[in-house]
């Protein structure tokens, strides 16, 4: 009876504050949710970032009968980044919704991810990074679960959540083969097959932690050894297969949008931007990161590690290293620029590790606390209270930050996400221009996402994104190492007189008056103001 009591008190105090604290992160991001939504003519908008509803507009293409095909129009070209979750788009698009209301069930989707990823995170914490005197799993729970950049990239609908929910199962089941005996070979391949099915670069990581699986000892039964080579061979068959697929449907080796972010852009531009971007992020993130690495150091260096902590701990700190490497290889991201969200894309997914490593070193001072000080609870709960909330300030940017007040703003969700301004805007041209030369024609836009998805054109996309020609092009403007600042990737191609002389478009969704105004002007196409975009004048006329 004293035993089971014993395990009883310990599932209390394990258990203790999960429920509350998932219905808190339900309950913001539902209201995060609503603020990305916009109103227009009186009836709600729900809309996704930009690459979402790029993802989007090839899944209900698909679903309507025009393949994967953004443009509806032509040969097929592979402009989106993650095929798993267009593919996991495709259902919400074939739901009888209305247009305006299936990005919500994207962002729901999502939110049920990120929860499923904190309850992993709170699984890791307990029964890899903790102690028998301290089993605290709150602080990396909670800096998970209210971690702004995480958060708005996946509610904004982009794959970033179901990144950080495989990567932090993956780092589970890796841990469980190396440190616990078991035989999860099959299990751990089939997630890295899904990770790389997700995002392609997500093979470093997958790759990474296979090495520390063998480096470790992982395969030392036959058992082990079999299931391991199944599990291998199914990675090589998704990856071989998705790679045979892209040949035959969309007649190229690589995605379009490598062509168009890494083909023919100065590698030394992308360092010098991709440093200078995760020099931003670490200096935001710098109190969390520098206790990590200072206390990852002492472990190894100091302590008589018997339980194997630094070596655990070594996993998800060089998943971190590479993520951030690969930032820097690729120059960040378009909009990295935005101090509010302090962690791009290719980062924000294996923060949450980050702070299992931060709760793990709380776990190791609070152990040390215990056993100097037995019988003063107060004193270690004092300290994992104190910690807990100052990595969240940190981490959130409310405390030591470049912007405070607008990072307060941002996780209060005080105001609508700056985004939601710019996708109404485009919403409400869109509009406008269908008003102007119906629903049918060519278009061609610089901006791929919310055109494309709302409406019935035939799309040309200006950027390049889902234009092969364009894609392959040096960059239009200038790029010298000393302006790298400048660069935007993906957003740096374009050829206008190419795009006019083949496709002809009847309107041009683009900005104002500027270089592109006088070219249009001079070949036949008229600004409209109230709308803000070009009207072909023949097509122009019939409109009017």
Not at 56 to 68: D, I, Q
Not at 243 to 254: E, G, P, T
Not at 445 to 470: C, K, V, W
Request: one cysteine or more.
């Amino acid at each position: 009876m004293r035993c089971l009591g014993e395990k009883f008190k310990l599932w209390t105090d394990t258990h203790t504050g999960l429920l509350p604290l998932l219905a808190c992160m339900v309950a913001w991001s539902g209201w995060f949710i609503w603020r990305t939504s916009f109103v227009f003519a009186g009836r709600r908008v729900f809309c996704l970032f930009e690459d979402a509803m790029v993802a989007m507009t090839y899944a209900r293409n698909l679903v309507e009968g025009h393949g994967l095909n953004w443009a509806r129009a032509g040969a097929p070209v592979e402009g989106f980044t993650s095929p798993l979750w267009t593919a996991l788009l495709i259902p919400v698009n074939a739901l009888p919704l209305a247009l305006r209301d299936r990005g919500l069930l994207v962002q729901l989707l999502s939110l049920a991810i990120l929860v499923a990823n904190v309850l992993l995170v709170r699984r890791l914490t307990l029964r890899f990074f903790s102690t028998l005197s301290a089993r605290h799993w709150m602080p990396a729970a909670l800096l998970t679960a209210f971690y702004y950049p995480l958060n708005h990239w996946a509610l904004f609908g982009m794959e970033s959540g179901l990144q950080a929910l495989l990567t932090t199962a993956s780092v589970l089941l890796a841990l469980d083969i190396v440190h616990r005996g078991q035989d999860r070979h099959r299990e751990l391949l089939l997630l890295g097959a899904a990770a790389c099915l997700l995002r392609s670069d997500m093979l470093p990581i997958v790759a990474a932690i296979q090495v520390y699986v063998l480096a470790k000892g992982g395969l030392h039964e036959r058992r082990q050894r079999v299931h391991w080579g199944q599990g291998l061979a199914g990675l090589a068959a998704t990856v071989a297969g998705y790679s045979a697929f892209r040949w035959l449907y969309f007649k190229d080796v690589l995605s379009n949008t490598y062509y168009l972010e890494l083909y023919r852009i100065p590698l030394e531009l992308r360092l010098m931007r991709g440093v200078f971007l995760l020099g931003t992020m670490v200096s935001e993130h710098l109190l969390v990161l520098a206790a990590v690495g200072i206390g990852l150091a002492l472990l190894a260096r100091y302590r008589h590690d018997a339980d194997g902590l630094a070596g655990r701990m070594a996993l998800p700190a060089s998943l971190f290293l590479i993520a951030c490497a690969f930032s820097v290889y690729r120059g960040g991201d378009a909009g990295n620029l935005d101090l509010r969200l302090r962690a791009n894309r290719f980062v924000v997914y294996v923060m949450p590790l980050v702070f299992v490593l931060f709760n793990a070193l709380i776990n190791q001072v609070a152990g040390w606390i215990a056993a100097r000080q037995p019988d003063d609870d107060l004193a270690r709960r004092f300290f994992v209270t104190l910690a807990t909330i100052l990595a969240l300030t940190v981490a959130d940017g409310l405390w030591l930050a470049a912007d405070v007040g607008g990072n307060w703003m941002a996780l209060l969700a005080a105001l609508p996400p700056p985004e939601v301004k710019g996708e109404a805007e485009l919403y409400a041209r869109l509009r406008k221009l269908q008003g102007s030369i119906g629903p049918s024609g060519i278009v061609a836009t610089s901006t791929a996402g919310i055109p494309a998805y709302f409406s019935e054109y035939q799309m040309i996309d200006l950027l390049g994104g889902n234009e092969r020609h364009i894609a392959r092009l040096p960059p239009s403007i200038p790029l010298r190492p000393e302006d790298f600042m400048e660069y935007a990737p993906g957003r740096v191609k374009s050829d206008d007189p190419y795009v006019l002389e083949r496709y002809h478009p009847d309107a041009i969704l683009d900005g104002g008056p500027g270089d592109r105004s006088r070219r249009l002007a001079a070949v036949g196409y008229r600004h409209v103001a109230e709308g803000d975009f070009w009207l072909r004048e023949k097509r122009a006329a019939k409109g009017l």
